[in-house]
């Protein structure tokens, strides 16, 4: 039986590489739907390609005009996010890639992890918002939960099966598990006099040594907010304890994390920096499919190196840190105002180094709450958007 998918966000650079993938392996893996916010030439060439059955625009408008340029294909359009929740949740689905960027792929996600989908997570922001309501109604519903973002993706691989499923319910400690150590490749800015910081400009900071990512990510990896955000996606991924993350620095993005156990081995993965990687590997789990990317070749690899994240370049890690533990309203809150300075940057309103200064004071102004509902949560996600959208017109 095939595998019937939907994609989240197909027309950006993680949509892409997922249909890359499921082309090589057309006898295993059905297009029941794909989705995107309002791009609509990308969304005509992914239709008329893959054949979907469904295609849906985010965006009511581009959904009219999607419609009437695929009139001649055997294709359903829809508009509208209540469409992106029903195709996510429909019952002929078998798994659904979440690749939407942003909190816009929280309820679309959760729709998914409600019907007991297979759930393949590179939206690492609908996690952080929602953490432990997230992880809860995973096991409630019987979702299986797959990581996609290439550091967890690494984790999971080199994780004993015990501590895979149910994921975000082993005792790490008791499964022998001293560390995750979590790599980045410290971004585009990694060497750059910190005094230079405040003048680059968006395509500077999207100009990423090793990946190829959308721009949202590609921001968050310069200021290192994308590896603040998957420090606390793994802690509700792999139910981590503070002192069982370490992030360290690894500029040559080759391994893409490893976890540390007590009797002294370290397991890692490593590879070519590209999601069709991990993209393959949820997508056949358990079973290996091709994916398109070629294995190393140690010969012509060259050193690899580690240094700790410097404090005074990457403020954004240690809030994201910081939040981490302090509790949901934090982890919300950053994520929120995050996305409002990481737009405003690349408009060109306010300086690189503004993005960690508004986040830092949008978590200033608020205070803890507790988060029990996502109802709770998409109110403080909007309260931390509209505090942060206030500190963008300071700073511009
Ligand atoms: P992208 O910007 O290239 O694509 C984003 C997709 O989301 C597009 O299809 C877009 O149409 C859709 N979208 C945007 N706003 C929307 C809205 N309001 N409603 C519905 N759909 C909307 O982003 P990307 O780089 O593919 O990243 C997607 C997610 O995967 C992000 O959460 C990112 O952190 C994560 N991720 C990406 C990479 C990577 O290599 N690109 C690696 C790890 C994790
Ligand atoms: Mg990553």
Redesign the pocket.
Known sequence: MKQRVTI????????QNTLAVMANHPDQFELFAV?????VADMITICRRFKPRYAVM?DKQAAQRLQQELADLNCEVLGG?EA?IAVAADAQVDTVMA????A??LLPTMAAVKAGKRVLL????ALVMSGQLFMDAVAKHGAELLP???EHNAIYQCLPLDVQQPLGHADLAAAGIHQILLTGSGGPFRELPIAQLAQQTPAAACNHPN???????SV?SATML?KGLEYIEARWLFNCKKDQIQVLVHPQSVIHSMVSYIDGSVIAQLGQPD?RTPIAYGLGYPKRIESGVQALDFLQLGELTFMPAEAARYPCLQLAIDACWEGQWATTSLNAANEIAVAAFLQERIPFTAIAEICDRVLQQLSAVEITTVEALIELDTKARAIARQQVEQVS
């Open positions: 989240l966000g197909a027309t950006g650079s993680i949509g989705t995107a916010n309002g791009n985010a996010e992106v690749a939407i960027v942003g816009a792929g590179a939206n690492k922001e996609i973002d290439s990946w190829s990512m959308g721009q949202k990510i968050d994308n999601m």
